[in-house]
């Protein structure tokens, strides 16, 4: 099964989900992305739960920024692979820059980011991936988001596929769904 993590403030609506899921619709591929909780704790239950109803061999990550940062704990807890795509990293210290309400840009639902929200990102937090070997990034120069090149020193020992120019939507996504589901 291939679950899609969404980034921040997101959704199973992103541009980037749903062309992932008419993709592997066409191939007939188990798929699955959910519609996170704005807590972290909730959602890595929840992604967590999902991963171990499946059997761990069909199991394939893709996050993107928050949901790298997700799908990078998930993947070492659960030793499977994950394509991350312009993915946070330490995204506690990020986000400190955006505490306080936040609305949903897909469902509406608004909330205060706050600090209890940063230290459940802290939990998760490593210093650096403990398999390397189950990572693919991808990244995009022009991420005007996050600054690219955090993601490139934190994966040194992961595959890495940098992109020039993009955003941090990674324009480029459907010209890399082959590689992401051959890795």
């Given at each position: 099964?291939?679950?899609?993590?969404?980034?921040?403030?997101?959704?199973?609506?992103?541009?980037?989900?749903?062309?992932?899921?008419?993709?592997?619709?066409?191939?007939?591929?188990?798929?699955?992305?959910?519609?996170?909780?704005?807590?972290?704790?909730?959602?890595?239950?929840?992604?967590?739960?999902?991963?171990?109803?499946?059997?761990?061999?069909?199991?394939?990550?893709?996050?993107?920024?928050?949901?790298?940062?997700?799908?990078?704990?998930?993947?070492?807890?659960?030793?499977?692979?994950?394509?991350?795509?312009?993915?946070?990293?330490?995204?506690?210290?990020?986000?400190?820059?955006?505490?306080?309400?936040?609305?949903?840009?897909?469902?509406?639902?608004?909330?205060?980011?706050?600090?209890?929200?940063?230290?459940?990102?802290?939990?998760?937090?490593?210093?650096?991936p403990?398999?390397p070997?189950?990572?693919?990034?991808?990244?995009?120069?022009?991420?005007?988001?996050?600054?690219?090149?955090?993601?490139?020193?934190?994966?040194?020992?992961s595959?890495?596929?940098?992109?020039p120019?993009?955003?941090?939507?990674?324009?480029?996504?459907?010209?890399?769904?082959?590689?992401?589901?051959?890795?």
């Amino acid at each position: 099964m291939i679950i899609y993590i969404h980034g921040f403030n997101s959704s199973s609506q992103s541009t980037k989900a749903r062309q992932l899921g008419d993709y592997l619709a066409t191939r007939s591929m188990a798929y699955a992305c959910p519609d996170l909780p704005h807590r972290p704790a909730e959602a890595i239950a929840l992604l967590s739960r999902l991963i171990a109803a499946q059997p761990r061999a069909s199991v394939k990550l893709i996050g993107s920024s928050l949901g790298g940062f997700y799908a990078t704990w998930l993947a070492d807890k659960f030793d499977v692979k994950a394509a991350l795509i312009n993915p946070a990293v330490h995204v506690q210290n990020s986000l400190k820059t955006v505490l306080g309400p936040q609305k949903n840009y897909y469902s509406g639902e608004e909330y205060i980011l706050s600090q209890q929200h940063l230290d459940e990102l802290a939990a998760l937090d490593q210093p650096a991936p403990l398999r390397p070997q189950n990572f693919l990034l991808l990244v995009e120069t022009g991420d005007e988001v996050l600054d690219y090149r955090d993601a490139v020193a934190y994966y040194a020992a992961s595959r890495q596929i940098v992109v020039p120019g993009g955003d941090h939507g990674f324009q480029h996504f459907t010209q890399y769904i082959d590689t992401i589901l051959a890795f």
